[in-house]
């Protein structure tokens, strides 16, 4: 029993996946963005209240963690506003989830980490779009990358600009063929602000 049942090389338990829909996913996903979110906030107002004190360091031990818990819950925040979008979308879609997925999620009652390689499949689902959806989210983002560009330093404004032809050709291809699906990650429905959540940081 020693030698086979902790070895990596013989054990496929920590690979197993499991699906799990939309709709299940929806209501565990929209606390954990309000939970985030107000993580988020805390350490922000933490860092603006360590920065506020002359006697502390700007790269004190302090300060650096509370800037690393804004990004870390920051990406949290973000990630949930997407899946959130995402399961509400599509409330039959089965998606597939490795352990760690099922523990981010907290589907059950049970707390603490699980094994550094177990599974997680989160980061490769990807969400279909046709082009008519996209065509007024396009328009957009064109408008602020503008906006953007005005405002930016000269050695900027390149890449601003590659970003406005790329987006400008891909309107034009979704006015061509609005029933053409395409497949975005989260980071292409995060750069076109699709999810209702990702504005609620602004309100």
């Keep these: 029993m020693v030698y086979f049942e902790k070895n990596r090389s013989y054990v496929n338990r920590h690979s197993l996946t499991f699906t799990h829909t939309g709709e299940e996913l929806l209501a565990k996903t929209q606390l ?15 860092t603006a209240d360590l920065l506020k004190d002359p006697q502390i ?15 870390e819950y920051g990406k949290n925040r973000e990630q949930c506003a997407v899946w959130a979008h995402e399961f509400e979308r599509t409330p039959e879609r089965e ?3 490795g352990i760690k997925d ?3 999620f907290c ?6 980490p699980v094994p550094y390689d177990a599974a997680a499949k989160r980061g490769e689902w990807k969400f279909t779009y046709k082009g008519s ?3 007024v989210p396009l328009l957009a983002k064109i ?3 503008v906006d953007e560009r ?16 790329e987006n400008s050709l891909l309107m034009e291809e979704f006015k061509r063929n609005p029933e053409k699906e395409v497949l975005f990650s989260l980071g292409d429905v995060v750069y076109l602000n699709l999810a209702p959540l990702l504005k609620a940081k602004d309100e």
Excluded at 32 to 46: G, P, T, W
Excluded at 107 to 112: A, C, E, I, R, T
């Design 32 to 46: 954990l963005h309000r939970q985030f979110r107000e993580k988020e906030l805390a350490a922000r107002n933490l």
């Design 57 to 71: 360091h700007h790269e004190d031990k302090r300060v650096v963690a509370a800037k690393d818990d804004i990004l």
């Design 95 to 97: 998606f597939s989830l």
């Design 102 to 104: 099922v523990a981010f």
């Design 107 to 112: 589907l059950f009652p049970m707390n603490g």
């Design 133 to 135: 959806d996209l065509s």
């Design 143 to 145: 408008s602020s990358l």
């Design 150 to 165: 005005s405002e930016a330093e000269k050695d900027d404004r390149a890449v601003i600009d590659e970003e406005i032809v």
